[in-house]
């Protein structure tokens, strides 16, 4: 079955410098890989999301890129802000194949210091 | 609130219950999903439902029993067989043509 990987689990930066997360996934036919954003007490809500055909994509500070062959994809977040703060999960499922269920990677807590 | 509820929002159950979650959904969502969260684990799905009527075990089903009777609505039993039962149960929708999953605000249940 897919198996998601995410590094590193705690990352601290200072407020306006860059956040660069990754995941890493085993199982090549998973073609959609989201992001999600995690508040304190709350509930995951998705930020980006990137599909198999496309290798990046842009909102505004938040950037995801795709490498297939390498089978890893990364978040980036540009000027971080307190309110970045937050556990951030990567997650990767094969829709259209057999099943249409996420994979997890195990969070991300990220910590911008003002 | 997101058009999928979870009820309760804390939840203490006491050792050999059976307790029951509840996840309900107005977005006409086909698939539905039970996840729980523990400290550095992650989410580790539990059982999801792609149709009414059906289902299937994630990967720690063990202890835990679903229904899906009604396309809006998928609760979550935590029986006395899991020994381990404390932590923040997720349930999500997705409207498959649209990828993403829409989360509930979890119900964090604790044995005591």
Redesign the interface.
Known sequence: ?ENVE?HP?TLSVQEGDSAVIKCTYSDSASN?F?W?KQELG?????II?I?SNVGEKKDQRIAVTLNKTAKHFSLHITETQPEDSAVY?CAA?D?GGA?????????TLLAVQP | D?GITQSPKYLFRKEGQNVTLSCEQNLNHD?M?W?RQDP??????IY?S?IVNDF?K??IAEGYSVSREKKESFPLTVTSAQKNPTAFY?CAS?D?PN????????TRLTVV
């Open positions: 079955g995410q689990s959609y989201p999600y709350k509930r995951p809500q998705l999301d599909r999960f499922s829709y099943t249409n269920k996420l994979i997890f990677g195990t969070g | 997101g698939a999903y996840y550095g684990q992650g989410l580790r799905l999801y792609q299937q994630g990967d997720l997705s498959t990828y993403g999953y829409t989360f509930g605000s979890g």
